[in-house]
């Protein structure tokens, strides 16, 4: 549009091009423009033919004139007055019709504002709007309807040869006489692992009659692609549409091929629609993995179950079958091959490629000729409000797809995916922003041990000087007396010698040269660099720093004459993983603070270890110091932010703290990291069902179950390869069990898995031996047809797998820190332990750290999970939970539950002493323990089995026992207190000198303990060493010995033997 300044100011309009018309009479029909302004007819356009595609090319110019001054057209006019656009469609002439008979299709509206601001011309497009009953209507309303995809003319297959990989698209175009113009350039259907499709039929007992489907049976192929276009309403709309109902039906039926009377005058005889349809099935095809981040394609074979309009609704929201109105049209015009489809965008951009299978019973009377088999695929069901047609209560037909096991392959694919996901480097990069990574420690050329071994080298160097000076004023007396020089005479020469050096002033020299030794002790060991608050803080720090410095000044003169050197005692290091069981002692028997001590003197000893940090962080946790656990675990995120327990501990705490946004960025990130991590998946479906997002939930425990899936086929090739020789029955379709939605069971299909293991196992692969025979026993019970289970319900067909063994393999515990490692961290029984879900996964990682706030929220998913529900570990998980809590009465219930579903489960018996023992029943706790520690293979917790049953021993006094009992905590995993337990036990039996070793033991570990002390104190005693004696009891009453009767007893051996207490 253009404004031309001369005497009248015209204003010129030129309309160029129309898009999306449609007429009355069809797409090529005959329109013209009209232009209007100000209630006056500008002028019409030529009258222009629409193309097919929708478009018309008028190329129309009009124009007024602008006159404000001789009262025409004025600024007010082109503010408020737009130029009206009218299209209207010229009908043909009829027979005896004079004049052209007109209709208007519609009118397009042109603002004239932008002229007023200061534009000379400008473009625009502007909407048509359709005038009522105009055929563009539909279009133009925002009103979107579904229409069907056809696929036509599908081919019919001999079994014995399977289809080629990769092969051709096809156009779905009817009448190409080329045969190789039918085919898509560069567009092949390349198939895939029947594991990683999306659909039915994925397990690995389906893989056999796959194979014997796609191969040696009849089937009926299109290799067909149609590709739709989605604008950005129908996105909108498609995804809403997938959210409302999950499944959308893809509806195969068979149409007779109707043959064309021959001459003009023939006509088709009419005939019962509905009767011409016969074998009508539909398949359920769940579109929720297209809402996942980043999905863009679904591939999968589903099954093809009989059409009935009750179930069909049921599950998809359709009201009637989509042959309903197209049927007919089909049936007239079904010698065309190809898709059948009107333009329309609300039909997803996709790629469709299906399959038809069938056993050799679905194919019994062959087809007559003519006859075709005819699937269609609806992308979109339809929610319009029409009449139902009557339900279809009997099928027999479609019947026979469920008995033949017929199955259709299709895939949808999409451009752009649906959600998009978030990239890890955009995760990596918002951890950073609430994380940053620490920066790694400078290397220190100093440091405490540094400072003080120059302080040696220093004192060395000056008392050689001085040895010089001394040797200078003093040698020939010394020579001429020898050794013979009594303490007047060595006093004198002392006095001399520091007069002679006060005056040489090599005394200050001295003093400069030690100076700077002085102070780097000062700062690397005592870290003091600042100045003191009072007077008194400085005395003091002055005083502790002159007997430090006095002490290492003799460690240097004694390292100068070594002939003078007493020997010094060794000293006792204990190893980072000796302080994590120390530390789980102290937690374990809630004396918290001295856990803490432990947890802090890990982080002291290494800092940048990122495991000491998880581990006080989880002690935090069962603290409930939720603030403390978060700053620990961004700690060891901090450290290393690749690793996945930082990253999962860290949305723990983030969804606990209500932080979701974090949580989410933080359990995605692991996901991204670790794709195969089924905690980080199962976590971060835990975190969307939190948030109410229940397709990523379900996209997060279908991964889950994927991933755990494959670590189950994973652990039987490695179980295949070390233990022995599995066999799978893979030409039979049968395995011994199959994984469920999200865990792992036995399935119901013949058992077909064989173990031969050499011989010289031990008692974990006999036990393995009567599970699998066990297992193997339930399936012959249980036994079904592969397919007859699946008959009406889709949404059962989940994934499956062989079921999973978990190996334990027996380690040499060479040194005592793996001991008490392999104590902390494994779980022997696991070996029997026969189903695992992923929520079961979960849980065992979250009661690890200690995380009890978000175990229970698991075990309700764990408790619907159809391959979950109550079982032994579920009642054991429970009770722990309860025990912590000091619930005694509940725990016991769960405790009984799981001792009636697994008896044997040492595990139990074990939970259930402490349970006893805790609540003061240490008979019954006794019996629990004693039963425990019978079972060949090793409950979790066996440490403080030991310990608790060792201590039930010393109290009923049976010390032998009890003295067995601690020799073998001893040997698997030695601390403070089974030395301690041990020596209590000697010193009882009286094996004094063994009780003093087992002490002293103890005492190396850990001397803060009173009665540790006080027991040392007894041995002494009996053995007649006063010094000895004192010294343990001083400590002892230092430390604070908090036993009456310990304390009452030491005090009457004291009085018996008359001394050990300097008081009296």
């Not at 209007?36 to 097919?52: H, R, W, Y």
């Not at 940048?608 to 700690?635: M, V």
């Not at 606990?656 to 692991?670: G, K, P």
């Not at 070390?722 to 030409?731: D, F, I, K, L, R």
């Amino acid at each position: 549009m253009e404004q031309v300044s001369s005497t009248g100011r015209p204003v010129q309009i030129t309309v160029t091009e129309g898009y999306d018309l449609k007429g009355f009479k069809g797409d090529a029909s005959v329109t013209f423009i009209r232009a209007e302004f100000n209630q006056v007819v500008l002028g019409d356009s030529a009258k222009i033919t629409v193309s097919p595609e929708g478009t018309a090319k008028y190329n129309f110019t009009c124009s007024f004139e602008f006159n404000p001054e001789g009262g025409g057209i004025t600024l007010d006019d082109l503010a408020h007055k737009p130029v009206f656009l009218t299209v209207t469609e010229v009908l043909p002439k009829e027979k005896k019709q004079k004049e052209e008979k007109t209709m208007v299709l519609g009118q397009a509206v042109v603002d004239l504002l932008p002229l007023l601001e200061g534009e000379s011309s400008f473009e625009t497009l502007v909407p048509l709007h359709p005038v009522p009953g105009s055929p563009i209507e539909p279009f133009r309303s925002g009103v979107k309807k579904d229409y069907p995809i056809f696929f036509k003319n599908g081919t019919l297959k001999l079994g014995g040869e399977r289809e080629p990989v990769p092969r051709p698209k096809k156009w779905p175009i009817a009448n190409i006489l080329a045969p190789g113009a039918n085919n898509i350039p560069d567009s092949f259907i390349v198939g895939g692992p029947y594991e990683e499709e999306e659909g039915e039929l994925n397990r690995p007992e389906d893989r056999e009659f796959r194979n014997q489907a796609e191969c040696m049976k009849k089937r009926i192929t299109w290799d067909l692609e149609s590709r739709c276009y989605l604008d950005p309403p129908a996105v909108v709309s498609f995804q809403k549409r997938i959210a409302d109902c999950r499944f959308w039906p893809v509806e195969i039926t068979r149409v007779p091929l109707v043959a064309v009377p021959k001459g003009k005058s023939a006509k088709f005889e009419k005939t019962d629609d509905e009767g011409q349809f016969s074998f009508h099935g539909v398949a359920y095809v769940n579109m929720v993995p297209l809402l996942y981040p980043g999905v863009k394609k679904i591939r999968g074979a589903f099954h093809v179950y009989p059409y009935l309009d009750s179930t069909v609704y049921e599950k998809t929201k359709c009201l009637f079958s989509l042959f309903r109105d197209t049927g007919h049209s089909l049936i007239q015009n079904n010698k065309v091959g190809g898709i059948n489809s009107p333009v329309s965008k609300p039909v997803v951009s996709k790629n469709l490629k299906e399959d038809k299978t069938v056993k050799e019973k679905d194919m019994e009377g062959k087809p007559k000729p003519g006859d075709v088999q005819v699937p269609s695929i609806k992308s979109q069901s339809s929610d319009t409000p029409l009449e139902i047609e009557p339900s279809l209560s009997n099928n027999p037909e479609g019947q026979q797809y469920v008995e033949a096991g017929t199955y259709i392959v299709l895939e949808i694919e999409l451009d752009k995916a649906l959600v998009p996901k978030r990239m890890p480097e955009e995760l990596a990069r918002r951890v950073k922003e609430m994380i940053p990574p620490r920066p790694p420690l400078t290397r220190r050329t100093g440091g405490a041990q540094k400072a003080v071994s120059d302080y040696h080298m220093q004192i060395k160097n000056i008392s050689r000087a001085i040895l010089n000076e001394y040797h200078n004023m003093f040698g020939k007396q010394v020579i001429k007396t020898g050794n013979d020089i009594d303490s007047e005479t060595l006093e004198e020469q002392k006095c001399q010698l520091n007069y002679e050096l006060n005056c040489s002033g090599k005394y200050f020299a001295f003093k400069e040269q030690l100076k700077h030794a002085v102070v780097k002790i000062v700062r690397e060991k005592y870290l003091k660099t600042t100045s003191f608050e009072s007077q008194e803080e400085l005395q003091k720090f002055i005083s502790e720093l002159y007997v430090f410095l006095v002490d290492q000044m003799h460690v240097a003169l004694n390292q100068s004459m070594p002939d003078d050197v007493q020997g010094t005692p060794p000293t006792i290091y204990t190893s980072s993983e000796q302080l994590r069981l120390f530390a789980f002692e102290a937690e374990v028997n809630e004396n918290y603070e001295m856990a803490t001590v432990y947890y802090e003197e890990r982080l002291v000893r290494e800092p940048q270890n990122l495991e000491h940090w998880l581990d006080y962080g989880a002690f935090c946790l069962l603290t409930e110091d939720n603030i403390k656990a978060q700053e620990c675990f961004r700690k060891a995120l901090s450290l290393n932010q690749n690793n996945i327990q930082s990253l999962l501990l860290c949305g723990v705490l983030a969804v606990l703290m209500e932080h979701y946004e974090q949580a989410e960025v933080f359990f995605e990130d692991a996901t991204c990291l670790e794709p195969t991590n089924v905690v980080a998946w199962t976590l971060l479906g835990l975190y969307y069902e939190i948030q109410n997002n229940d397709i990523r939930m379900e996209m997060a425990f279908h991964e889950a179950s994927k991933q755990l899936q494959a670590r189950v086929l994973q652990a039987q090739v490695t179980k295949q390869k070390s233990t022995g020789t599995v066999e799978y029955a893979e030409e039979g379709g049968k395995a011994e069990s199959s994984l469920g939605p999200w865990g792992i069971t036995s399935g119901s299909s013949t058992a077909a898995l064989k173990v031969e293991a050499p011989t010289g196992l031990g008692a974990p692969l006999s036990i393995l031996d009567e599970f699998l025979d066990e297992s193997s026993q339930l399936q012959s019970d249980s036994h079904e047809p592969i397919l007859s289970v699946q008959s009406q319900d889709p949404a059962a067909s989940q994934k499956a797998s062989n079921i999973f063994i978990k190996e334990t393999a027996s380690k040499k515990e060479a040194l005592k820190s793996q001991e008490s490692s392999t104590y902390l961290h494994s779980t022997p029984y696991s070996v029997s332990q026969t189903p695992t879900t992923i929520f079961m996964e979960t849980i065992r990682f979250l009661m690890k750290v200690n995380a009890v706030q978000y175990v229970h929220r698991v075990l309700a998913h764990e408790l619907l999970c159809p391959h979950g529900g109550p079982s032994c570990e579920y009642y054991l998980v429970l009770a722990q939970t309860h025990l912590l809590k000091k619930d005694f009465a509940k725990a016991e219930e769960y405790l009984q539950q799981a001792a009636q579903m697994d008896y044997l489960n040492p595990n139990v018996w074990g939970v259930k002493g402490h349970l006893y023992f805790l609540s003061g029943n240490h008979v019954e706790a006794k019996a629990c323990y004693e039963r425990t520690i019978s079972f060949v293979v090793d409950a979790s917790e066996m440490h403080f089995i030991f310990l608790r049953l060792g201590q039930i021993y010393l109290e009923e006094k049976e010390y032998e026992k009890a003295k067995k009992t601690y020799l073998q905590a001893c040997k698997r995993s030695p601390s403070c207190l089974t030395w301690l337990g041990l020596g209590i036990a000697c010193y009882r039996l009286e094996e004094l000198t063994e009780a003093e070793d087992a002490l002293s033991e103890a005492n190396a570990l850990n001397n803060y303990n009173a009665e540790v002390w006080a027991y040392l104190a007894l041995v002494c005693l009996k053995a007649g060493r006063q010094l000895e004696a004192e010294q343990a009891y001083k400590y002892t009453m230092k430390l604070t010995l908090k036993d009456e009767n310990l304390l009452a007893e030491l005090h009457m051996v004291q009085e018996t033997v008359g001394f050990g207490n300097p008081s009296f």
